[in-house]
């Protein structure tokens, strides 16, 4: 298995110790193998997607657009 190091703010760091009985490993390998899942399940979804990055930009905006309209009644 690959070792892995990263940074975290000093107010996690704390908290983190100060629960030492979590294997703190295996809630971030969990975090990633879920993270993974997600990318994995959008990728396959995006091979199947005739969008362009312009599309979808332009979907975006008017749905901002609309939501903006929406909350200002």
Known sequence: MTNMTLSIPE???KEIKA???IKWSDVARQAFE???KELHW???LLEKST???ED???IGH???HE???RFRR
Do not use: F
């Open 62 to 64: 008017q749905i901002k």
């Open 51 to 53: 969008l362009t990055e």
């Open 19 to 21: 629960h030492s009985e």
């Open 11 to 13: 107010e996690l760091h």
């Open 67 to 69: 939501m903006n309209k």
């Open 56 to 58: 979808a930009e332009r």
């Open 34 to 36: 879920k993270k993974v």
């Open 42 to 44: 959008i990728d396959t």
